[in-house]
């Protein structure tokens, strides 16, 4: 327990500095690219004084290393800058777009993990039957489909077609089946594969023959002592995939009209809301580490064989 | 079946493989593994069962306990009666009530046939709490009990395989096999994966319970020292038949089949002059190509026609010895 402690401070530590690297390298990234903040703030009719007005209000003028330390010493007081598009603190624009994102990629994340789990155990103990067969070609499906595509597709023939479901918006449960299916698509067909594999590969391990060989049922077997270490690739993959979860929702936001964070990133891409972007994406990185942090922690608690140390 | 109808059967037999034929299937090629094989064990008898890689060992103990591979392994033909009644005909709830209960079986790779996740006592444990019906903590105190029995402390009870050694892991799938006092313990080259110190160990303990549970022990091995150390019976495979039928001392003083033979005389002997080793010629029969006739006749010094033609039936030397072989009897006479 004490290991695990001093472990965990340990990765904290590194991730900390993890972040600080996410938050150069971001800062650098975005004003590689072309565009300018002041420009597209002042308007087309701007005069250039009016645009260099703009930049020393903005704090542009600076040199990139003080704007840089300025924007660190925000954050190490809980501040992540003021978005000039929304015109109010970043905080704010977040709290606002925060939730629906939340909600959107958790609903992803558990039916996928729940669903990948069931199916690819189901298939992965009846290897060779027809569950098998639809589990495999759910796989290849879903990892050979775009969420793009998969989306315009939902959209086609249960919103416009069918007339069942929002093509787009925010609003009650319905507008988040078609969003919710999308997000977690991809990911709940690779994990299938994944959970069935790894099944099919523990099923034919000794210790399993040598479990039935104890008397204990097929089904207990199957579900007590494969599933144990059957799980454990899963456990990893399911860290990461929290991980990902914000990343996942950009591409679909955009699709149904989602007023969620990925929704704002492209617009603050777009308006070169420099501020926006690198909070954002410090976001997700936060969320990134974390899920790896996490997926290192369950993997000790379901493995033995893990040492902390 | 009742009590009565029990004894009937009760002639001190046990177990009886009768003509079983087991075949495994995998992308349209046939390996047959196991080809027309006969045995009996009684009670509190131990055999050895003795033959190359691929002769169908294993697969003979897997099919006793009815756990060959899903969709891969088949029993073709034959039959195996434990105490009578046969094991084909059982239903999963019923095998279930006898695997680890009335069987146990020991395998042969400690380092893959104990459950990485799990405590040994758990896994020594799981049996008692199937068949006894103990609680955990009744569970747990037997599974210390057995621990102890082999030679391993019972503080250990709570640790991992991965923290054990080769040969402490075997003494744990020895204690787990065990732990129900079964009436037939099966072990699968218990000492195959052991170095040779360890080897006597584990010989040592099993030769102890062996006496003290006064089980039946099917010893699958291609050690004929193991053999003639813990058994009073030895069966010979080859391709899945078994070849030849004794006890040990008959079979191994005076062979009558050729193989049997073969392999007696490939042992370096410690004491006397040295002789060269004489290797029997060739490699096991491919089980998915087995020859006509007697399946060990391309490698054998001695074929006739008949040995090519003709499946020798295992035949009567003597009332401990039987052998399947045309032209081997007369083994005895020029040793």
């Not at chain 1, 939730?99 to 990629?105: A, E, F, G, R």
């Not at chain 2, 039946?216 to 004929?224: E, G």
């Not at chain 2, 006397?272 to 096991?284: D, F, K, N």
Request: proline share 4%; glycine share 10%.
């Amino acid at each position: 327990m004490k290991n695990q402690r001093q472990h965990i401070r340990k990765r904290l530590l590194a991730s900390v500095f993890v972040l600080i690297g996410v938050t150069i390298v971001v800062f650098a990234l975005i004003r590689l690219g072309n565009g300018d903040p002041a420009a597209m703030m002042a308007g087309d009719l701007a005069t250039p004084e009016e645009i260099e007005d703009y930049r020393i209000r903005m704090g542009l003028d600076k040199p990139l290393i003080v704007q840089y330390f300025t924007y660190m010493a925000g954050l190490f007081k809980g501040d992540l800058g003021y978005s000039y598009v929304y015109s109010m603190p970043v905080r704010d624009v977040l709290a606002k777009r925060m939730p629906q994102t939340l909600m959107l990629s958790l609903t992803g994340f558990a039916w996928s993990t729940v669903f990948s789990i069931v199916f690819g155990i189901v298939a992965g103990t009846h290897q060779g039957s027809g569950v098998d067969f639809a589990a495999m070609f759910f796989a290849v499906l879903g990892q050979a489909m775009s969420t793009v595509w998969l989306g315009f597709l939902l959209i086609l023939i249960f919103g416009v077609k069918l007339h069942l479901l929002p093509i787009q918006g925010f609003g009650g449960i319905e507008h988040l089946i078609m969003p919710g299916l999308c997000c977690g698509f991809g990911q709940a067909a690779s994990q299938t594969r994944l959970m069935r594999s790894s099944m099919v590969d523990v099923i034919h391990e000794d210790y399993i023959t040598a479990t039935r060989a104890r008397g204990i049922s097929r089904k207990v077997t199957n579900m007590k002592y494969a599933l144990r270490n059957a799980m454990l690739p899963i456990v990893t993959n399911i860290g990461f995939a929290f991980g990902k979860l914000f990343a996942g929702s950009i591409v679909v936001e955009n699709i149904f009209n989602w007023p969620g964070m990925g929704n704002l990133m492209v617009q603050a891409i777009n308006s070169r809301d420099y501020q926006l972007v690198q909070s954002i994406l410090l976001i997700s990185s936060v969320m990134l580490v974390f899920g790896n942090l996490l997926a290192d922690l369950l993997y000790t608690v379901v493995d033995p064989r893990i040492s902390l140390n | 079946m009742n009590e009565k109808t029990r004894n009937e059967h009760d002639n001190g037999e046990l177990l009886r493989i009768e003509d079983l034929y087991v075949e495994y299937v995998s992308g349209g090629a046939v390996s047959k593994a196991v080809n027309g094989l006969n045995l009996t064990l009684s009670r509190g008898e131990a055999l050895g069962l003795v033959g190359e890689s691929g002769a169908g060992k294993t697969t003979t103990a897997l099919s006793i306990l009815q756990l060959l591979p899903d969709h891969v392994g088949y029993i073709r033909k034959g039959d195996i009666l434990f105490h009578g009644e046969s094991m084909l005909k059982k239903k999963e709830k019923e095998l279930d009530e006898i695997r680890g209960k009335k069987i146990g079986m020991v395998f042969a790779n400690p380092l893959t046939s104990l459950n990485p996740v799990f405590t040994v006592g758990h896994q020594i444990a799981m049996g008692l709490k199937k068949h006894h019906k103990l609680t955990d903590k009744q569970a747990e105190e037997e599974a210390a009990k057995l621990l102890e029995m082999v030679g391993i402390a019972r503080y250990r009870l709570n640790d991992y395989p991965h923290q054990f050694s080769g040969g402490m892991r075997q003494r744990v799938g020895i204690a787990a096999a065990l732990s129900c006092n079964p009436e037939l313990l099966i072990a699968d080259e218990p000492t195959t994966a052991l170095d040779v110190t360890i080897q006597a160990q584990i010989l040592e303990i099993m030769k102890d319970l062996e006496q003290k549970y006064n089980m039946a022990l099917i010893m699958i091995t291609h050690n004929l020292g193991i053999v003639a150390e813990l058994c009073q019976k030895v069966a010979i495979m080859y391709a899945g038949e078994i070849v030849e039928y004794g006890t040990v001392q008959e079979v191994f003083e005076h062979p009558a089949h050729w193989y049997t033979y073969g392999m007696l005389h490939a042992i370096p002997k410690l004491t006397g002059p040295r002789e060269p080793l004489e290797p029997i010629p060739g490699t096991v029969a491919n089980s998915q190509m087995l020859p006509g006739g007697c399946k060990f006749h391309t490698r054998c010094r001695h074929c006739t026609v008949q040995c090519e033609k003709e499946i020798p039936k295992l035949m009567k030397i003597n009332d401990d010895h039987y052998a399947a072989c045309f032209s081997g009897v007369g083994v005895k006479k020029e040793d």
